[in-house]
């Protein structure tokens, strides 16, 4: 008991020192349901750690990632909309050097939105932020879908491109502060997952209607993004306890692990010791940049930009927005719509199967193999397609087609966005 009563005298002047008026309103609550928690710990050292159950983490990780699903048809949206404009379908024709700014301008808005989700996570939430970014989502889609002019339709992929992003982060930190350990990573592959399957949705529907039809039918999957998350997932534990709201913050554990487990009471002990909370209740956002400054803080950035850096001129993303384009180059005899759903169908298996390898392989071997194997699918599919268009080399059409398919299946091996981010990021609040 003497352990309890010294673990709690530790944890009371942070929580009295707090600047915030909401945590100040909250503090006395705060500290005696914690310093109540915190002789469970040490009560309990005897007992062996009950696991949480993984079935409501893997619930809460599906319908935190779903809004991905909107990222994915926004990637691919351009692979559907640009072929049928240089046709004049739904009676609007553009040049190329236009087209190609309404396909790169969704990467360019992802710093923009990534930015803003980061100044407005902590304020309002994980579970919010992804609220706030369907806003943006639903009216860059109603402009793209109603657009009768470059304008309009430029507009609309730029607002879309600043909701893609702003929705990416939240899930991934979301994941991150409820996941066990051991199935964080492949909690944290259902957002690539369902950003696949936007993909392989988007490329469907583009099969069957025109770009209009499927931006209409996108404000479907925004709405159901949000109803997920509204109706079914409780706000992130971690960012509650940092709120003061432990009551919250003890119902949303006690949901997570399972009500007649123990486990909640623990985890919401140590989150109240925890110096991470401190961190994030106390200090401002100048006292935040300059962890920044020390190697636990640029290191882990460092690592994640690299990551980044490599993945985008690796040039998957150019290759998922003009598939259809590529398809019709070589020539390959395929309908290229048909072919475009194939590369999305194989992206998607290939995601799944990446939860899977995770666990049994690491991130490390995954990303060099994936790393190297892209090199070598790409290099080859741009020598062949290069003698196709510009030599007429005939009857080899079926080479760049299956390099391309093993690029996009080497891809997918490797983790490099957010799975590695994932740990990365543990390892800096460590």
Not at 60 to 70: D, E, K, P
Not at 183 to 191: A, D, E, K, P, W
Not at 204 to 231: N, Q
Not at 370 to 389: D, E, H, Q, R, Y
Request: glycine letters at 8%; proline letters at 4%.
């Amino acid at each position: 008991m003497e352990g309890s009563n010294s673990l709690a005298e530790e944890a009371k002047p942070w929580l009295e020192n707090c600047a915030k008026p909401e945590v100040q309103k909250a503090k006395q609550i705060a500290y005696e349901m914690g310093s109540g928690k915190l002789q469970v710990v040490y009560n309990s050292t005897t007992e062996q750690d009950d696991q949480p159950k993984i079935l409501p983490q893997v619930i809460a990780s599906i319908c935190v990632a779903a809004f991905h699903i909107v990222v994915g048809i926004s990637m691919a949206f351009s692979a559907v909309m640009v072929p049928q404009l240089d046709q004049g379908v739904a009676g609007l024709h553009i040049g190329k050097e236009s087209s190609s700014w309404l396909v790169s301008i969704l990467v360019l808005m992802a710093p923009v939105g990534a930015i803003l989700a980061g100044l407005i996570m902590d304020n309002v939430g994980r579970l919010n932020t992804i609220r706030l970014a369907a806003l943006p989502a639903a009216v860059g889609f109603i402009m793209i879908a109603s657009g009768q002019s470059y304008g309009m339709l430029f507009a609309g992929r730029l607002i879309a491109g600043i909701a893609s992003s702003m929705g990416t982060s939240p899930a991934v930190v979301y994941i991150t502060e409820v996941g066990s350990p051991r199935v964080r990573g492949s909690l944290i592959s259902m957002c690539p997952t369902l950003a696949s399957l936007g993909m392989v949705i988007a490329y469907s529907e583009g099969y069957f209607f025109t770009w209009r039809t499927v931006a209409w039918l996108t404000l479907g999957y925004i709405a159901l993004s949000v109803l997920v998350i509204s109706v079914w997932i409780p706000e992130s534990p971690l960012w509650l306890v940092a709120r003061g709201r432990v009551d919250e913050a003890e119902r949303s554990l006690k949901w997570l692990s399972g009500k007649n487990s123990r486990l909640p009471a623990r985890q919401l002990a140590m989150m109240v010791k925890s110096q991470d909370m401190k961190a994030l209740v106390v200090a401002g956002f100048f006292e935040r940049f300059r962890t920044f400054l020390t190697p636990a803080g640029y290191k882990p950035l460092a690592i994640i930009c690299g990551l980044f850096v490599f993945q985008q001129f690796a040039g998957i993303y150019s290759t998922l927005f003009y598939a259809v384009t590529f398809f019709e180059d070589i020539g390959s005899g395929l309908d290229p719509a048909l072919s475009t759903i194939l590369m999305g169908l194989v992206r998607f298996i290939m995601s799944m199967c990446n939860t899977g390898m995770l666990k049994k392989f690491g991130r490390r071997p995954l990303c060099m193999i994936s790393g190297c194997g892209m090199a070598v699918c790409l290099t080859m599919s741009g020598i062949f397609t290069w003698k196709i268009v510009n030599e007429g080399m005939e009857g080899v059409s079926w080479i760049p087609v299956t390099c391309i398919l093993l690029y996009v299946v080497t891809s997918m091996l490797g983790p490099f966005d957010h799975a590695v981010s994932c740990v990365v990021l543990q390892a800096w609040k460590a």
